[in-house]
């Protein structure tokens, strides 16, 4: 039996009963990890896969992955199949978004505990069977019901209210302004909401303004999350900054013509999406990549961003500066025109913790589309190795010159599958890494070749694969959504390709791609004549039935996207293939996808030694790898970083 004590983020109304305990080592991600009208486990990657944690108390380090957790933790709560507690490593303010909405605006629900514990790493190791929390934060833990119940009444001082744990919000003189500042009462409750969150993270949190946002709380994932926008035009909201929207739920142009079924939840996607145009949102925007619009973030730029791989994206290779917002706190950010001073937004919380070190690992570069290949899988493992702390990548610098901005989307997209921090740098290409920043980190993880092929692996599929190959059915591509270079790109693979350059009749080939970017793309018609059907508005992760997908549940779906094939198999419950556009391209024509072995890969050990011993002496004068003056997106930023990473090796 065991007692803990811990830090109430969000207090609950649950009945306090001895319940079963569900316990992972590994963050997940509640959209694409939970189903949330079963309480489910679906991300098929996870330890967790296939347990239902409804009623449960489930304990994990924190979420991970999509801003979506929010919705799907709200709806949770409402269908009643959440956990009665949900117990964290870190202070996690993204998974707290939804019970802090379902408080709010459904007052009848019945709302979780969300504790944050200190002793994490002991409460994983006892492994308990059983467990309840209190109110005041308190859980006693044990491998039967009676052994809980029996420290409970022993000790009765377990239940008493503690004053650290006081969860009725007292307001700084400076959020009391910001409330009485409110005109209208969606604007009120927009600062309560953003004032609770803040709380959530910080113990005395001030704001700062923000000058863009862009919203994932408008992908319809149930009735709660739809209610709650209309609420907010109901009750006069309207935003203050610059707002683009986020992929929705379907094509709102053409979702007849694709053969959509208009059915309750489409029509109701429909209806969100108005909803958040009518509180002045973007109503040409519609995409998972806003980097790709016109006017994106500038370095420093403070924004408030949804959708976890522009978040990624933002921090990372563009140098602005957001936090991971959950949905709901991301309409709620730019209706008044702040955010938390917390996180990625301070320049001392941009600072990595952890090194990841690829400078044993030889890439190829000969072959473009085997090389791209690269970053989706490289993106998904680094977000796992980082463990929820901002990590810097290195060994890439002398690649630089190959690396391309579509790369980097593919990895950022990846990262944030897998990864809790909102950014990652990476030495010689991203504009805030340095050598300062490589000499700080007092952790380091060696990035492996045999990690980099067990990571292909999980996202490929392929363990019963046959050597000659495996038919496919389906083609996705645009996840994030395409980029004008990319259709470009799969526009000159099709044209070195034997007349008549039509895609096989019985392959579906499918593109998303924002509608700004696909009115002016120059290669989409070519790409039409070959066979490729376009959807905008909407994502891959958003659509999860047919048409959309294959009809057939025992179909395979190939993609190049490596966000698409980590969600995709739980979200569709269809058979993944991970590959590159060249891949993609030739299984579309062929309905052929064969084995990868090994020596195919993009990578393989290197046979260089970089670290020898010797003194700290002469390492002044060494070039450094930060940002050039030409600007945050040269590439050429490769420096002679080597001598002074081996000292820092040395030193562990």
């Known amino acids: 039996m ?5 830090r109430v983020l969000v207090e609950g109304n649950t009945e306090h009963t001895v319940r079963p305990v569900v316990v992972s080592d590994v963050s997940l991600s509640f959209w694409g990890g939970i189903d949330e009208k079963t309480g489910v486990v679906i991300d098929q990657s996870h330890p967790l896969h296939g347990q239902c944690v409804a009623g449960s108390i489930l304990v994990l380090p924190s979420g991970r992955g999509s801003c979506t957790a929010s919705q799907v933790m709200l709806e949770l709560i409402l269908n009643k199949k959440s956990p009665a507690a949900l117990i964290l490593r870190d202070r996690d303010g993204l998974v707290s978004v939804g019970a802090l909405v379902a408080e709010a605006i459904f007052p009848e629900a019945s709302v979780l505990d969300i504790i944050q514990v200190e002793e994490f790493e002991s409460l994983i190791e006892n492994k308990p069977e059983y467990g309840k929390v209190l109110s005041n934060g308190t859980m006693a833990f044990g491998d039967t019901v009676s052994e809980v119940e029996r420290v409970l009444d022993t000790d009765v001082s377990l239940g008493g209210k503690s004053n650290e744990n006081e969860t009725s919000l007292v307001l ?5 302004s910001m409330v009485n500042s409110a005109k209208t009462e969606a604007e009120k409750r927009a600062y309560e909401c953003v004032i609770r969150y803040a709380h959530i993270l910080s113990d005395r949190p001030t704001y700062i303004d923000v000058k863009k946002a862009h919203i994932d709380g408008c992908t319809y994932i149930g009735p709660g999350g739809l209610e709650f926008a209309e609420r907010l035009v109901k009750d006069g909201g309207r935003v203050k900054i610059p707002t683009t929207l986020n992929s929705v739920s ?57 959708e976890s791989n522009a978040v990624v994206y933002a921090n990372s290779f563009l140098g602005a500066r957001t936090e991971k917002y959950a949905d709901y706190l991301d309409i709620c950010c730019a209706i008044v025109g702040k955010v938390p001073a917390v996180g990625a937004h301070l320049g001392e919380n941009r600072q990595p913790k952890v090194l990841l070190d690829a400078s044993q690992i030889d890439f190829s570069t000969s072959d473009p589309a085997s090389f791209s290949l690269l970053f989706p899988i490289l993106g998904h493992l680094c977000g796992t190795l980082s463990d929820g702390e901002v990590p810097i990548l290195v060994g890439l610098e002398s690649y630089a010159d190959s690396i391309t901005s579509d790369h980097m989307k593919s990895f950022c997209a990846a990262f944030g599958t897998t990864g809790t921090s909102p950014l990652i740098h990476v030495a010689g290409v991203t504009p805030e890494a340095n050598d300062e920043m490589i000499l700080s980190c007092q952790k380091k993880r060696m990035v492996t070749v045999g990690q980099l092929e067990e990571t292909f692996k999980i996202l490929d599929q392929q363990e019963d694969v046959e050597e000659d190959g495996e038919s496919i059915d389906w083609v996705s591509l645009g996840n994030p959504h395409m980029s004008l270079s990319e259709c470009e790109d799969l526009a000159q693979l099709i044209q070195k390709l034997p007349e008549p350059r039509k895609k096989n009749e019985k392959v579906q080939v499918i593109a998303c791609m924002s ?15 070959f066979g490729v059907s376009f959807v905008n508005d909407t994502c891959w992760c958003m659509l999860l039935h047919p048409p959309m997908i294959p009809d057939d549940p025992n179909a395979t779906i190939l993609t190049n996207s490596g966000k698409y094939a980590h969600y995709g198999p739980g979200l569709t419950g269809r058979r993944f293939r991970l590959g590159s556009m060249d891949e993609c391209v030739n299984a579309a024509i062929s309905g052929q996808l064969t084995r990868r072995v090994s020596r195919t890969f993009p990578w393989h050990s290197s046979r260089r030694y970089f670290f020898t011993h010797s003194s700290s002496q002469g390492l002044e004068g060494v070039t450094g790898i930060g940002s050039t003056s030409e600007g945050s997106h040269s590439f050429n930023r490769a420096g002679a970083f080597v001598r002074r990473l081996a000292g820092f090796i040395l030193r562990k």
């Open 2 to 6: 065991t007692t803990y004590s811990g």
């Open 515 to 529: 509608r700004s970017l696909y009115e002016k793309s120059p290669a989409v018609p070519a790409l039409v004549d």
């Open 172 to 176: 700084t003189e400076e959020e009391q």
């Open 250 to 306: 379907t094509d709102l142009r053409n979702w007849e013509k694709l053969g959509i079924i208009p059915t309750e939840s489409q029509q109701s996607s429909i209806r969100l999406a108005h909803a958040y145009v009518a509180l002045g949102c973007s109503e040409s925007s519609f995409t998972c990549a806003p980097y790709l619009l016109d006017h994106p973030p500038k370095e420093g730029e403070q924004i408030v961003w949804g």
